[in-house]
Structure formats: C-alpha cells, structure tokens
C-alpha cells in the first residue's frame, strides 16, 4: 500500500501527535487519553484510516493552538532516562506493567491480526465487517486485501490478483441485491427513524455477506496495552514464520522504540530476546514436527459443531464453596464437603443471594464463578471465529485455517435467491487455496473466505462464560457466533448439569430477529438527537 498523501499543513498537524505519518504502524502521543479511547472507538467503525479520521473528526473539537511546540518524541530522552535507571538498573518488571501506549496497526490481514489480538494484558479495537463495506477500491485501483510479495513472484501471482478480486467483484455486487431484499422484507415500522432503519439494513447485510471475504483482506486495529503486553506481542511476531508477522515486528518494533524504548531493551539483546524467539520458534517446529509424525492427518468431518469436552463434575459444589469461602473460617475442603449435603433449595438459596438481582448484563457476580470451568470443541465459520478469538480472559488455540471443513449457506442469502453467485464465490476461494498449498502452506490462508469453517477450542471458568453467551447471545449478534453461544449455554446447563449456573446466566437471548441491530441503531439515533438538539439550544455545533 502506498503512504498516505496529506497536505503540508495536515502533516506538520499530525507530526505532534503521530510517530509518523507515513507507515502502517504508528504510535498515539501528546493527546489526553480520553481522546485516543474515543478515537480508537470510532476508528472500529469508520473506512478511514487514523489519521485521516483525526483530522475530519476530532481536530476540531481540540483545542491544538498551544500545541504549535510539541513532537511526537518531545521528552523522550528525559522519560528515557528515568526509565533507564529504574528498569534496567533495578531490574523492577513491575515498571513496565505501568507505562501504555497507543498503537495503531493498518493495512494488516485477517490472519495477522489474530496473531495481533493473542495476548491477554493488551486491548483491541478492530475495524468491524458489520460498518465498514469492502465494496470499493482504493486511490489505487485496488481492493482492500494483501499483495503478498511471494505470492505475486511467482507463476500463481496473476491468478491470485484474479481470483481475489472476483471475489470483491462478488461482494460488490451482492450488497445492493440483499440490501434491496431486507428492505422489501422488512419494512420501517412506525416509531422507527429513516436512519435507524437504514443502519440496520446495511449491518445484516454486510453481516450476511463477510463470509465472502477472504482471509487476506485487509483490517485496521488500534491496540493499548503495557511495555510488557508489547514485548510478549513482539516475541510472538518474532517467532511466527509468516513473512507478514516479520514485517509488522520490525514496523512495531521501530515505533515503540520512539515511545517505550527501555522497555524494548531485553529484546534488542540477542543473548534475551534473540534466545526467548528461538526458544518460542524451535519449540513450535519441534511439536508440529512430532504430531504429523505420530498422529497423520485425517479428512475431517465437513460442517459446524460444538461439544463439551471437559466439565467439573462437582462444579457447582466447588462455586458454592467458593460463595461461602470469604464469609466463613473454615477451609475449603470442608466448605465443599458441607455445601454437598445442602438440599436443593437451600443451594438455589445459596446461589440466588450470591447472584442478587441483576437488572442488566453488566450485573455479574464475583470470582466465586471461577471456581469451575469448560472446554469445548467448536467448529464454526472463521468469521465467528474471529469475534469469539478476542475475549482474552479465555484459553483459545486454534488449527490451521483451511477449507476441509466446508462452509454454510446464511439463510438469509438462500431467502434473498442470492445461493448461487455467493456459493460459486466460495468455490473459488476453495480452488485457489488448494492451487496456493502446494507451494505456499503458510501463505494459502490468504485466500480463504471467511465463510470456511475453522476448528478451535475454548477454555473458560464460569464466570467468562456468563460473560461471553450473555453478550453473544444479544439479537445485534451476528448470526453465526449466537448459535455457538446458545449451544455453549445448552451444554453448560443440560449436559454439564449445572443448572443453579445455568439460570445464573438470565440475559442469555435465545430469541430470533430479522434485523437484530435495528434497536440498538434506533437508540443511537434517538442519543444522537438529543446531542444535537442540547448542542442547538447552547448555540454550538456537534458531529454525530
């Protein structure tokens, strides 16, 4: 992708609060932190990049006329010093628990930004598929996916620019078919706003049509996170054998060291960092190695699933103790023995008082749900993979991205007569990945679309799982990923047997919707009037 073209005031603008202004990876500087949160928010949402988005955006609602003396490293060297002298001097790793920065990643892959979003001590925002259409091309004349140099060097280049951008072609012509087809089907009820309804509208579609994506495409990502969750980043990047990885360590590695530079110093030391990556690199091509040698691969099973494949039996005995644990003197073998013996309406008593009335989702109670936990098998398309892979306090490890576990039909394109082209759309992405493996294994992900089926498992105490079904299970869920959290609540609460858990989860939505965003849309069309009115009444003007 070619840099970014800004104008000479734009740039000298931008020099006070960006590490640069022409690469992919930039780091936030100069700005109250309340502003970069608000700016990565909107970035999840928006087509535009960072940077473009600060200047049509948020410039004017800043006051930057005092700002005039800043740089994007003014008191580095100073902050370096300080840092130099406490982290390295003293050894004190707690330091680096302590200092942010906010790093935005553009023009990354699908498949890097899982790489991206690994680490749990960090936060992310990507740029969502359900706001932001891949319907048109860039200044370039290009769609928005990854030219992968090795992939275009060779005889298979021509084919993989053309096979891709028939896909986009596909994508591109589908959207205003379906949307017409939504619109026909459900009609704005009164009460609704024209905006509201519109919205709506567009996110079941673009939610019905990611799965023509290719894994390729091209996302942006606003990560926050501590000089240690980037130097566990970098690590990963490092010993990851994708050539992309490799380019956006040495891109990050660049603009952190503008920022946190002390906190980069273990991994500038071959005999620290250089080790700690070949150590993560050599054990992975070691295992990988050893399981193909031992346990041969299979033709896998086509279609989606989701099994339990490990539950505490005495779960809910173990979370009942741990309710009892801090208001009692006892230890916690004898709590779980005692609470065994309790009839059942005294343990639903136990669990009711420990639960209280939650009036919304964000009511959840305490750490005495990660008492008892859940592995699960779940094969799913790689779409709802992608949204299921960044809630970060669960284990999640995942196979190679292919096209052996086929793929489904939403039921909204079959209803639309759209089946066809959508199903020969990924007929394509199929033969092109098949002709990339043999040559490129590590790069033939690139071409599958998001709609293939992908196997990983989840991990996770009780308490994340409240958590993850409740807030996946809401009717503004893409489709895809609330079937996966109705079944993880079924298997939880019927096959586990844990039902005093199960009823603790009461904003589980199984229910259906045909346009499962339109009140959320209507409600924030309804605040956006409000602000704009209060903004009409002070005699100032405010973007929506």
Known sequence: MSPEAFSEQERELLSRYFTNLDGPVFALVNLPEVVKGALFARYSRSAKSLRRLFLDEFVGDLDVTGDTSLDATIGLKRAEQLYERVFSEYGDDSVAQLGGVHLACEQSSNLLTKILERGRLMSYLEQSTRYVPYDSRLASGHYRYLREPAILDSPLGARYIGEMDRMFDTYATLLPLLQEFVQRRSPRREGISAFAHRAAVRATCLDALRGLLPAGSLSNLGIYGTGQGYEQLLLRLRSNPLPEAQRYYELIFEELEKVIPSFLTRLKRAERGGLWADYLRQSEETTAKLVASLLPREVPQAGTSVSLTYHDRDGEDRVLAAICYEHSNLPETELRERVSRLGADERAALMTAYVGERRNRRHKPGRAFE??????????????????????????????????????????????????????????????????????????????????????????????????IELRSTPQGHPAYRRVAAELYRLIAEEAGHGLLGAAMSFVDLSGDDLGRLESEQRAAERAATRRARAADQGTSNTP
């Open 371 to 468: 008492a008892t936990s859940y592995r699960f098998d779940i094969v799913s398309d790689y779409g709802a993979f992608r949204d299921l892979q960044r809630h970060r306090l669960l284990t999640i490890e995942w196979q190679h991205l292919g096209t052996d576990l086929g793929y489904s039909v939403p039921e909204l394109i079959e209803e639309a007569g759209l089946a066809e082209p959508y199903v020969d759309s990924l007929e394509r992405s199929r033969a092109l990945h098949d002709g990339l493996a043999k040559y490129f294994p590590d790069l033939c992900g690139y071409a599958v679309a998001l709609g293939y089926n992908i196997r990983y498992s989840i991990e996770m105490n009780a308490r994340e799982a409240m958590h993850l």
